[in-house]
């Protein structure tokens, strides 16, 4: 199974409301980062959170990391149609910065305006 | 403008027929690699290099080669195509290394008849 797992698979949610998804990691990590795709297209980063952070804020973007429980979960507040993609966790391994990414299979956003 | 770009975008080739997609990037980073998506199994690394002449291989790198003669150019190559490579493929950069985000490609669709 993957290093990286996201859930839910899918959400389904109106304009405005909050949209929390979460991530579940097997091994220790230097950092874990969230990616948005719009359909079929490149990824795009959102927030890197390194293992000695537990929190991180970018506009109306919140990412927690609780390394005890090896969990992550990224909260976008008031949602807009266009934040309809795909997210995904990636984490980095093996204690350096050097190395592979790993992702998760990622959630589906679905907001309804 | 900074950019990963990727060429060609689409694909369609014939089981055996070596082939090469090209990514190049603009902004000067060390760190570049390669990706294949697939539905239901995310994104997986194929192979990745920290620098110019240091390559590794990711979680997939059966059937594919990579050269990194130059800082900006990162070639994915195909000796021998078979129809289980078929999917989309994405090249990154970061600056540095992992501790950074990663700029993705636009991708390149391919399929291998």
């Known amino acids: 199974s993957q290093q990286g797992e996201e859930d839910p698979q899918a959400l389904s949610i109106q304009e405005g409301e909050n949209a929390t998804m979460n991530c579940s990691y097997k091994t220790s990590i230097n950092n874990l980062q969230w990616y948005r795709q719009n359909s079929g297209r490149g990824l795009v980063h959102l927030i890197l959170i390194r293992s000695n952070e537990r929190e991180k804020h970018s506009g109306r973007l919140r990412v927690t990391l609780d390394t005890s429980k090896k969990s992550s979960s990224l909260l976008i507040t008031a949602s807009r149609a266009a934040d309809t993609a795909s997210y995904f966790c990636?984490?980095?391994?093996?204690?350096?910065?050097?190395?592979?990414?790993?992702f998760g299979q990622g959630t589906i956003l679905t907001v309804h305006p | 403008e900074a950019q990963v770009t990727q060429n060609p975008r689409y694909l369609i080739t014939v089981t055996g027929k070596k082939l090469t997609v090209t990514c190049s990037q603009n902004m000067n980073h060390e760190y570049m690699s390669w990706y294949r998506q697939d539905p239901g199994l995310g994104l997986r690394q194929i192979y990745y290099s920290m620098n110019v002449e240091v390559t590794d291989k990711g979680d997939v790198p059966e059937g594919y080669k990579v050269s990194r003669k130059e800082k900006r150019n990162f070639p994915l190559i195909l000796e021998s195509p078979s129809p289980n490579q078929t999917s989309l493929y994405f090249c990154a950069s970061t600056l540095g290394n992992l501790g950074n985000e990663q700029f993705f490609g636009p991708g390149t669709r391919l399929t291998v008849l």
């Open positions: 990636a984490t980095v391994t093996g204690g350096t910065s050097y190395g592979k990414l790993t």
